[in-house]
């Protein structure tokens, strides 16, 4: 739809753009991203030609931008600038009306029924026909971005450029437009291409990323390729970090602050125990991944609940029960990994390690009458199905990847596992070694600070600390067990 072929650009003796060459295609929507002063505007400008170029050529629909009248450019392609021009004395329909000026015939170029209606059509769809009447002065910024919105949907353009089209919209207007337009991409088959600074809403709408640095094409392609945590980084010059967005395929990039200075030690973590709750309180909150009932999954949190319930506990919605028992208790949800177990809390095994590089807090309790053989468990009928639980958790004071947590699950499982065979705890239905039970909870939280781990499989030296406290801490949890259970 658009190409531009080796374009170069500046303002006065100063290059701006340099041997820009890219290809737009005709039904998506492609983003510019860049830093400040990369020369993103001035590359819009020379698309809709409204700048100069020093050199090379751009083509719209396969002609040459210099062959177009500006009247004919302005049926093709609509802007929407960075600065919305509202000095002018007009009413917000006049100036969504101007959008159909390319398109007014006759001696008195008035307007027709239907560009009547494209207008009505354009207000209605940015949600501007409330203040119609309005002077555009009168309006916020947000609302005037509408306006110029809808003046450019007006002229019914087979391509649409937005420099910073989110610009002044609140976070509900900023979603609602970048959905609309994905709508008109399809139902007007539209061209958008838009200036955008929010990396995110780039990632998120856009089917093609072209990244300027200093005037060059730096990369250009599909989000999943530009949002590269590396590429960004060294383009904008700032910490970032890459996500995955949790319900969409489109990755996140969040920037990382300078750390703050406060020490950050598992020394510096309470335990607090009753016959009801086990609760680790930390001073800042510790990164985790656990299969919790509360906070499963990656959180931040500083409160870690292990809630002893009556082994009789059975709730339909036990996720919501248990958020409103924390709040009854004044505990945040948002910041608390909360598990339940029927074991008694006093039995709980705990175990602490401290090794050069890092150090280790593991608790845990363990309920192994319902204890489950995982590789025997698909013999079991559902009346054989009862509840047991182990709960683990291990705070660590270091800095931990993404794949180290996972594998401190892994080595953590496995550790579980030989424990439960030392202590020779059964699967009461198929009588082979248990591994587990049947809802046992593992909880990794880490205090993200000191020195960095990349791994934490089971020969590491995380790994091993792991491994050996895992496996003393239920070994000291079973055999509390069995010896109060020796003297009743
Ligand atoms: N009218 C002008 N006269 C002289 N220099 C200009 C003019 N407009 C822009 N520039 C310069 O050209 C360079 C690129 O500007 P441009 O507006 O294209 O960047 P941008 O990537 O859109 O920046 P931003 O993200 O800040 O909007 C900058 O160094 C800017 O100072």
Redesign the pocket.
Known sequence: MISAVKVNA???G?K?LNDISLSISKGKMTGII????????????VLNGTHPMNGGEVLIKGKRLQDYSAKELARVIAVLP?HAESSFDFTVREVVELGRYPFYKGLLKAASAYDEQVVNEAMELTGVQGFAHKNINQLSGGEQQRVMLAKALAQEPEILLL??PTNHLDLSYQMKLMDLLKKWIFSKELTVVA?L?DLNIASLYCDEIIL?DE?SVKADGQPRAIMNQDLLQDVYDTNLTRQEHPSTPSPLIAPVPEMDAQEKTIQSIELTASKELMVFSSPFPLKTLSSALIGGGFQWASTFVNRHVDKNYYIDDAHNEYKDYLQQRQFDPHDTIGMMTAARLEDAGVVSIQEKDFSLLIAATAGTGNAVDAAQSWIRKEEDVTIGTINIWIFIESKLTDEAFVQAMMTATEAKSSALREHEVLDPVTKTMATGTSTDSLCIASTQSGTHTMYAGTITLLGKAIGKGVYEAIGQAIENYRKRMALC
């Not at 860049?34 to 400008?45: C, H, I, R, V």
């Open positions: 500046g303002y006065e100063k701006v860049g830093p400040n002063g990369s020369g993103k505007t001035t590359l819009m400008k960075q420099d910073e200036i600074h300027l005037g």
